[in-house]
């Protein structure tokens, strides 16, 4: 089933520059706070990291296809023991390490309630973060499907699921919603709907899948077509800001309203997406990357899964010293806050992988990595 070829370190690369955008995003919230953040600023964390989340599929779907024989039968069983080590047990543990601190530091004890833990681990609503490794869950089950599309998809095929993309992101955002819906459950499915429906994200997750099939295809046209995945790649960002600017001095919204309307559903950010993806992987596969730049991005990478996963708690403890001195989060304090964040779980994060390497099992639970033999 495994069929080992080489290394992309642009897979990890990419992984550590989406971490870093998601931080982005989460300390833009923080800044939010105050009624007279900077809409630049906000753009700079809230918009211009919004391929930060898609951008994870693409690269676990590609990732995963990169190394699968398609011409042999689809493992499933074996497939899924190994994704349920390294996403589902790190994703269990998080969500009660986060359901147990968050009650202990607000002296809220309902959160453990057994109803509101199986609430929490069903839709992934013990820590903000955590309803991205809910989506990959249901990726990962519905893996035979994929196989089996991937397997006959083309091109044509993939610009209707484009198509397909756009429109249901564009009824589920801005077209679907809960009013009227007076039973819990069903208005819990409908409210939490982005934390669970891979339909949202169908699309980035196949592509990056079948551009890993067809690698040799796609090597080729990254070297070939770079200067034309640059210009995509910008043009699809400045469609993006320039949406957010639209809606604010055109529509009269609020930095937040834009941000929640500019984001990566709408059909703008459907494209900034694919512009990023493309255009992350061409720069850091074919392009002469500076020698001291590959040991950052390499960590940033290797190490990106703790920081993604820890860095609310840097957030929420940060945000508490800064309240206790009475400042509110001006422009300058969000990007010292935002070093910070990055700094301390960076730094958590070497510290817990090398308590892993004496004790295993922190690895395992934290990270979903054994031990080599």
């Given at each position: 089933?495994?069929?080992?070829?080489?290394?992309?370190?642009?897979?990890e690369?990419?992984?550590?520059?989406?971490?870093?955008?998601?931080?982005g995003?989460?300390t833009?919230?923080?800044?939010?706070?105050n009624?007279?953040?900077?809409?630049?600023l906000?753009a700079?964390?809230e918009?211009?990291?919004?391929?930060?989340?898609?951008?994870?599929?693409?690269?676990?779907a590609?990732?995963m296809?990169?190394n699968?024989?398609?011409?042999?039968?689809?493992?499933?069983?074996?497939?899924?023991?190994?994704?349920?080590?390294?996403v589902l047990?790190?994703?269990?543990?998080?969500?009660?390490?986060?359901?147990?601190h968050?009650?202990?530091l607000?002296g809220?004890?309902?959160?453990?309630?057994p109803?509101?833990?199986a609430?929490?681990?069903f839709?992934g609503?013990a820590?903000y973060?955590?309803?991205?490794?809910?989506i990959?869950?249901?990726?990962?089950?519905?893996?035979?499907?994929w196989?089996?599309?991937?397997?006959r998809?083309?091109?044509l095929?993939?610009?209707?699921?484009?198509v397909?993309?756009?429109?249901?992101?564009?009824?589920?955002c801005?077209?679907?919603?809960s009013?009227?819906?007076?039973?819990?459950?069903?208005?819990s499915?409908?409210?939490?709907r982005?934390?669970?429906?891979v339909?949202?994200y169908?699309?980035i997750?196949?592509?990056?899948?079948?551009l890993?099939v067809?690698?040799n295809?796609f090597?080729?046209?990254?070297?070939?077509c770079?200067?034309?995945i640059?210009?995509?790649?910008?043009?699809t960002?400045a469609?993006?800001?320039?949406?957010?600017?639209?809606?604010?001095?055109?529509?009269?919204?609020?930095?937040?309203e834009?941000?929640?309307?500019?984001?990566?559903?709408?059909?703008a950010?459907?494209?900034?997406?694919?512009?990023?993806s493309?255009?992350?992987?061409?720069?850091?596969?074919?392009?002469?990357?500076?020698?001291?730049l590959?040991?950052?991005?390499?960590?940033?990478?290797?190490?990106s899964?703790?920081v993604?996963?820890?860095?609310?708690v840097?957030?929420?403890?940060l945000?508490?010293?800064?309240?206790g001195?009475?400042?509110?989060?001006t422009a300058?304090?969000?990007?010292i806050f935002?070093?910070a964040?990055?700094?301390?779980?960076?730094?958590?994060?070497?510290?817990?992988?090398?308590?892993?390497?004496?004790?295993p099992?922190?690895?395992?639970?934290?990270?979903?990595?054994?031990?080599?033999?």
């Open positions: 089933m495994i069929n080992k070829k080489p290394r992309l370190p642009a897979i690369y990419i992984r550590g520059i989406s971490m870093l955008g998601v931080v995003i989460h833009g919230s923080q800044y939010l706070a009624v007279a953040a900077n809409m630049h906000v700079l964390f918009v211009a990291t919004r391929f930060s989340v898609p951008i994870f599929f693409f690269i676990s590609f990732g296809f990169y699968l024989d398609m011409s042999k039968p689809f493992d499933y069983k074996s497939f899924l023991q190994r994704r349920m080590k390294t047990v790190p994703y269990v543990i998080w969500s009660l390490f986060y359901l147990i968050y009650a202990v607000w809220d004890t309902s959160v453990l309630s109803f509101y833990i609430f929490s681990m839709f609503t820590g973060q955590l309803y991205f490794m809910v990959l869950l249901w990726f990962y089950l519905m893996m035979p499907i196989v089996w599309l991937i397997r998809m083309s091109w095929a993939l610009g209707g699921l484009l397909f993309q756009i429109a249901f992101d564009y009824w589920s801005f077209m679907l919603n009013a009227g819906v007076e039973n819990f459950f069903l208005r499915f409908i409210d939490y982005l934390n669970y429906w339909m949202h169908i699309f997750f196949v592509l990056g899948g079948y890993a067809n690698i295809w090597m080729s046209f990254l070297t070939e770079r200067g034309r640059i210009g995509f790649f910008w043009l960002f469609g993006l800001l320039g949406y957010y600017y639209w809606l604010i001095f055109t529509k009269g919204y609020t930095p937040l834009g941000i929640n309307t500019a984001q990566q559903l709408c059909p950010g459907i494209f900034y997406t694919l512009g990023a493309l255009f992350f992987f061409a720069i850091f596969t074919i392009w002469r990357l500076p020698e001291g590959r040991p950052i991005l390499s960590a940033l990478g290797k190490h899964y703790f993604y996963l820890a860095h609310p840097a957030i929420t403890y945000g508490l010293a800064l309240a001195t009475g400042r509110i989060m300058p304090i969000a990007l935002y070093v964040v990055v700094a301390l779980t960076m730094a958590a994060a070497v510290a817990m992988r090398q308590l892993g390497e004496r004790w099992m922190v690895n395992q639970l934290t990270i979903g990595i054994s031990k080599r033999k």
